[in-house]
């Protein structure tokens, strides 16, 4: 007994141990709760961090709508929730932590008089879980109630309602998440936003950049330049430079004229401390000009309205000082708003919109268009002009509408290379639609019809006019894509045509206007280009300038796009505000390159596994440009084995043109490629065939 007694009160011991263990194991279980008993907490929109939204314009507002006023959905006022503008995104990490999600959506009634359509959407874990359908202004706010359970990633994402996202203000009201035992969540904005820097900077010796054919018509005024980078000073020479042409040693600017029809082939040196480099450069002299996409910068994206001859010298004193200038950019083209404006309060913007004998007469921010024009030559540069075939520009200034042949003899005796011929009012002067409504909302609902010779008519009035002029310019036909330009473009004497609506710096906008490219791609061609808009990166916003909104992999992934689908390529930034990363978004030669490769093909997406599109561009050398792009939110990682799928032949050398360095080589029948993506990124890649 004695020695059981130990033995007994060890057993007892351990018996209460156990079951104090037990009991603290049931206590504490119901403490923290199973997620049957946990406590449900109300977890509302507005408490999250609405910052890692994603939206079409403005940021995302707490309580207020995108404009910051109080909520107000067909007359009905609400206190809280989120006020964002199509097309938006915003993603909710629930961890399976809650329970429901419930709120009431609508268009907000600060946008009277328009008319915004936009459909909700709420995803759960990658499915639909409900929609709202399209909704229009004026419809009582929609009620909307999912279960969540178990869902652990859900996105409250708003979509353009079929029409653009013109005055999509829209918001989730009285929104809340029903949760179980957390008291919040986690918002997730699963891109990245620090800008990292790809390209090397180019070598000190000399390297010859930009387009390597030139078009210009018999007898035209002859304008190009030559360019490379390297240390400066540099000398330029020419081998067979036909006889009606003359090489400035010091800059690289060939100028003359009336050179004959014929093809030239002309060698170019250039010399530095550092080394000579040598390129063929072919002049095409014939009936086509903008052999490649044109490149350049036009002031819409950053003044808007703002724009003045004063504004326009600086950015091409900053395309020259910021080196951009060596990699082949060349045009500088004033927007909308260089005339006179027939309602607005900006006194600069007022005058006599004609003189007595009809000749357009400039505003008074721009005096002296000849002058102008002149500056901008002598920069090595080249000019473009904006006017509409209406009466009335987008933004309600003077157009071409009766004076078309003035303004194209005005155009070519300041000097003009360049001009965009933007529909807008035209769409009145079909239908008689109220004078009074200068802007693009009548004409949007022109969009879509299919009255082809009205709208080719005023193009082709246009073109033939500009082709009569003593000088070459490139014509610029944007009309968003209507009637399918692109099938008739080129008979109007146009160089390139926009093929969707405006472009803002947004990742929907960008996406958007990419997927759109592939149905008028086969119409692409050396003097024909298709123009999915300009360039969202740098300094942009309209009159109101900020950093583009587009993540860097966004940014990586636009530029590479409009490269791959030979894209006219217009700066729309601030060029005084460019910062390093923008820079080396746009003067990466091998990509520049791709863009500019002379067969003037443009890419198609050729496979698409998942959210991967893989575009092809054929080059002028067998080669191909392949775009992996990833339009998905979660990184890509595989191991890609479908080559043959892309076009491709035998032994290639692959190399990555952002990073400008060869990563291997692949055979096409046995190879692999490892492919990381970045989410909503690019990896842009030259397959070359291996001699
Ligand atoms: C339209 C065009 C824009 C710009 C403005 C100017 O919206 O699509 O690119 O030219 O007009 O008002």
């Known amino acids: 007994m004695k020695d059981m007694l130990p033995d007994n009160l060890e057993h007892f011991k351990r018996l209460i141990k156990r079951s104090l263990t037990t009991l603290l194991l049931i206590s504490g279980a119901m403490l923290s709760g199973s997620p049957s008993q946990a406590q449900t907490n109300t977890v509302w929109l507005d408490q999250l961090d609405l910052s890692a939204a994603t939206q079409g314009y403005g940021v995302p507002k707490k309580n207020k709508t995108v404009d910051g006023r109080a909520f107000s959905i067909a007359g009905r006022t609400f206190e809280r929730g989120f006020g964002s503008h199509a097309v938006s995104m915003l993603t909710v990490l629930t961890e399976g932590k809650a329970r429901s999600f419930s709120a009431l959506v609508g268009i907000d009634d600060e946008v009277k008089g328009q008319k915004p359509a936009a459909e909700f959407v709420i995803n759960g874990d990658g499915k639909q879980l409900w929609s709202s359908g399209v909704m229009h202004l004026g419809d009582a706010a929609k009620p909307c109630q ?172 900053a395309m020259v000082k910021s080196g951009l200038i060596d990699h082949g950019w060349t045009y500088i083209n004033v927007d909308d708003f260089w005339e006179n404006n027939r309602d607005s309060k900006d006194s600069s913007l007022r005058g006599k919109l004609r003189d007595e004998a009809g000749n357009i007469v400039p505003n008074s921010r721009f005096k002296d268009m000849k002058g102008l024009a002149d500056a901008i030559h002598g920069m090595g540069l080249k000019i473009g002009l904006y006017s509409s075939p209406g009466p009335w520009t987008c933004g309600g200034c003077v157009g071409s509408y009766e004076h078309e042949q003035q303004d194209a003899e005005a155009y070519a005796r300041w000097g003009f290379d360049y001009l965009k011929y933007d529909w807008c009012s035209y769409g009145n002067v079909i239908d008689g639609m109220p004078e009074n409504d200068p802007y693009k909302v009548s004409s949007l609902s022109y969009r879509g019809g299919d009255r082809l010779n009205t709208a080719i008519k005023p193009f082709k009035l246009m073109g033939d006019l500009l082709r009569k002029q003593p000088r070459d310019i490139v014509f610029s036909v944007c009309q968003y894509g209507m009637s399918d330009v692109w099938k008739w473009g080129d008979s109007v004497n146009g160089n390139c045509w926009r093929t969707t609506n405006d472009i803002t710096d947004t990742w929907t906008s960008v996406k958007n206007i990419a997927l759109a490219q592939d149905r008028s791609a086969p119409y692409a061609k050396p003097g024909n280009w298709n123009d999915p808009d300009m360039l969202v990166v740098g300094q942009v916003g309209w009159g109101n300038t900020h950093p583009s909104k587009l993540k860097p992999d966004e940014q990586y992934l636009h530029i590479s796009l409009w490269s791959l689908f030979a894209a006219p390529l217009l700066i729309g930034c601030d060029m005084e505000k460019l910062d390093a990363f923008t820079l080396n978004l746009l003067t990466n030669d091998e990509v ?100």
């Open 592 to 691: 520049i390159d791709i863009d500019q490769d002379p067969l003037g093909k443009q890419a198609t997406c050729v496979q698409t596994i998942g959210d991967l599109r893989i575009y092809v561009k054929q080059l002028e050398d067998g080669s191909k440009a392949v775009g992996f792009c990833n339009f998905g939110l979660e990184q890509v990682d595989m191991t890609y084995h479908d080559l043959a799928k892309l076009g491709m032949k035998g032994r290639l050398k692959v190399r990555d043109l952002w990073r400008q360095k060869d990563i291997g080589n692949v055979d096409v029948r046995s190879g692999n490629l490892k492919l990381k993506v970045p989410a909503h990124g690019v990896l842009l890649y030259k397959f070359l065939p291996k001699v």
């Open 146 to 317: 999912v279960s969540l359970e178990g869902i652990k990633k859900v996105e409250l994402v708003v979509n353009d309602g079929g029409n653009g996202d013109y005055y999509d203000h829209v918001e989730w009201v009285d929104a809340k998440f029903e949760t179980i035992g957390v008291s919040t969540l986690k918002t997730y904005d699963p891109v990245p936003s620090t800008p990292y820097v790809l390209t090397p900077k180019p070598s000190a010796s000399p390297k010859l950049t930009g387009a390597k054919v030139f078009g210009v018509r018999p007898g035209s005024p002859f304008q190009h330049l030559v360019t490379a980078t390297g240390s400066k000073p540099m000398t330029f020479t020419a081998i067979n430079l036909p006889k009606e042409l003359k090489l400035d040693s010091r800059t690289g600017l060939i100028t003359g004229g009336a050179l004959k029809a014929g093809n030239y082939t002309v060698t170019i040196k250039a010399k530095n401390a550092k080394g000579v480099a040598q390129r063929i450069l072919r002049i095409k002299c014939g009936d086509r000009i903008a052999l490649t996409p044109p490149m350049g910068w036009n002031s819409w994206n950053c003044f808007a309205h703002q724009v003045s001859a004063d504004k326009v010298k600086r950015a091409a004193h």
